[in-house]
C-alpha cells in the first residue's frame, strides 16, 4: 500500500506544508491528517493553495500546526475540516472553497477579511464562541448558512454577512461595540435580529437592503442609541424591541417604519417612542 505521507512537499528552512501532491488527478480521499511532526520533520504552516488538486471528505489540521496562511484553502475541495487550538487563520483563508462544515479552534478570537467569502456550500460553523471580531466579507456570499449565534462579539466589519440569502437568525453579542456598514445587505430570508453590547449607535447603511428582516432586538448599555434616518427603508420590519435603560435617538418619524411595533420594557426610556408608533410594554 502507498504511504500517502510521501505526497506532503514540505519547505524546510520555514517548515511549510507547500503542497499536498496526490499522485492522481481529482482524487478523492475520505480522510487526511495533516500532522505536526513526521519522519524527523516539522509543519508549523499551511501554504496557500495547498489542496487544490484533491478531493477530500474530512481534513484535520494536527495539534502544533501555528498558522494557515494567506489563501490556504482557496479554491479546495476539502469539505469538512477541523482545526486545532493556537492556530492563526490569515485572510483568504478558504475564500471561494467549496467547505461544507468547519471546526473552528476553541480559542479563536478573530475571523479576518473574507476568510470564508464565496463559500456557496457552508452550512455550518462549529465551536465560535470565543469570537470577537469579524472582518470586512468575512461571510459574504455563503449561501447555506441558516443561523449564527456570536456570543462575545465586539465588532462586525463592512458586509461580514452580505449575500447570506439563507440566513434566517442571528444574534449578535453580547459585548458588541462597532457595527459596520452592508453587514446583511442581501440576507432576504433573514427575519430575526439581535444585537447586544455598547453600541451607541447604528450606520446608515447597517440594514441597507436586508429585505427579509422582520424582528429586531437591541440591546445596549450605552446611555443612548441613535437611530439614523431611513436606516430600515429597505427592510421588512415590523417590530423592533428596545431592552435596557437607554433612550431611542430618532431625529425624524423616517427612522423607523410608520407601522412598526415597539415592544419595550414597562418605564423604559423608549416607551416615549409611543407618541409616534404602536407600542407594546414587556
Known sequence: MKDFMNDFIIDETTNTLMKYDFPFTNAHLGYLLVPHFYYGKHIDSIAPYCFDQVQIETLV??????????RA??????????????????EYCFFDSRLQEITLPSDLTAIETSTFSRCMKLRSVKNYAAIETIGDQAFSHCKQLRELRF??????????????????????????????????YGCDDLQDVTLK?????????TFLEARGIKRLTLSTSADSLYIP????????????????????????????????????????PAMELGYYYPLKAI
Open 229 to 268: 434616518p431611513h436606516c430600515f427603508d429597505a427592510t421588512s420590519l415590523e417590530e423592533i424591541t428596545f431592552l435596557g435603560d437607554y433612550k431611542p435617538i430618532i431625529t425624524e418619524r423616517s427612522c423607523l417604519p410608520d407601522n412598526v411595533l415597539i415592544r419595550t420594557p414597562f418605564c423604559s
Open 197 to 205: 453590547g455598547s453600541f451607541d449607535k447604528l450606520e446608515a447603511d
Open 151 to 184: 456570543e462575545n462579539l465586539t465588532s462586525v466589519d463592512d458586509a461580514a454577512f452580505f449575500g447570506c440569502t439563507c440566513l434566517q437568525e442571528i444574534t449578535l453579542g453580547n459585548n458588541l461595540e462597532h457595527l459596520g456598514g452592508d453587514i446583511f
Open 73 to 90: 484553502f482557496e479554491h479546495s475541495h476539502c469539505y469538512n475540516v477541523e482545526l486545532p487550538n493556537r492556530i492563526t487563520m490569515n
Open 61 to 70: 489540521v494536527g495539534d502544533g500546526i501555528k498558522e494557515l496562511q494567506f
